[in-house]
T-cell receptor, first 115, second 116 residues
Framework: GDSVTQMEGPVTLSEEACLTI???????????LFWYVQYPGEGLQLLLK?????DKGSNKGFEATYRKETTSFHLEKGSVQVSDSAVYFC??????????????FGTGTRLQVTL | EAEVAQSPRYKITEKSQAVAFWCDPI?????LYWYRQILGQGPELLVQ????????DSQLPKDRFSAERLKGVDSTLKIQPAELGDSAMYLC??????????????FGPGTRLTVT
């Protein structure tokens, strides 16, 4: 079945450092890929998405490129801020049937940014 | 901006008791999902509705969990009896029809359940 593997945390960075959170996936079809962010005590918010190979999703300074050849969707940011401290989830949705389908999530990576 | 509403936000119950969670999706969203998120893990789908019909409940422990969406709008998830292992965050999400090549899901704030 479909699965998502992401790097374990926590990841601790100083403010303005570069961020990379690795994510790889396994899917039999051509999934859409997502990064969700969860702030303490809150639900999940969509950060960015990509629906086909070589697409780049971007939002709030974060970027991720859909790499079909390496089955990866790594999250990157050039300069993190304290306010970026949260848990980040990589997820996929496999719309093979043309109907709405569930999200399959990775285990999450906690990011802590310090001054 | 429209949001998915959930209540209660927090629930503490004793094992063997019954508990229920409510979700009101974004208006017009035909698809509704209930996910369970155990601490330190990613969310896992429990049940998916398309309008009032169940599309996927393969991971729902049907001996103790039930879910309904009677009029195809809001939904209730029930656990009876609750067990210690049910302690988790229960997330509701909804999505509209196919847009921009995918179905984007919008999540509510969740209900954190603690079973003692």
């Amino acid at each position: 079945g479909d699965s998502v593997t992401q790097m374990e945390g926590p990841v601790t960075l100083s403010e303005e450092a570069c961020l990379t959170i690795n994510c790889t996936y396994t899917a039999t079809g051509y999934p859409s890929l997502f990064w969700y962010v969860q702030y303490p005590g809150e639900g999940l918010q969509l950060l960015l998405k990509a629906t086909k190979a070589d697409d780049k999703g971007s939002n709030k300074g974060f970027e991720a490129t859909y790499r079909k050849e390496t089955t990866s969707f790594h999250l990157e940011k050039g300069s993190v801020q304290v306010s970026d401290s949260a848990v980040y989830f990589c997820a996929l949705s496999d719309p093979r049937t043309g109907t709405a389908s569930k999200l399959t999530f990775g285990t999450g990576t906690r990011l802590q940014v310090t001054l | 901006e429209a949001e998915v509403a959930q209540s209660p936000r927090y629930k503490i119950t004793e094992k063997s008791q019954a508990v229920a969670f409510w979700c009101d999706p974004i208006s017009g969203h035909a698809t509704l999902y209930w996910y369970r998120q155990i601490l330190g893990q990613g969310p896992e789908l429990l049940v998916q509705f398309q309008d009032e019909s169940v599309v996927d409940d393969s991971q729902l422990p049907k001996d103790r969990f039930s879910a309904e969406r009677l009029k195809g709008v809001d939904s209730t998830l029930k656990i009876q009896p609750a067990e210690l292992g049910d302690s988790a965050m229960y997330l509701c999400a909804s999505s509209l029809e196919w847009t921009s090549g995918t179905y984007e899901q919008y999540f509510g704030p969740g209900t954190r359940l603690t079973v003692t």
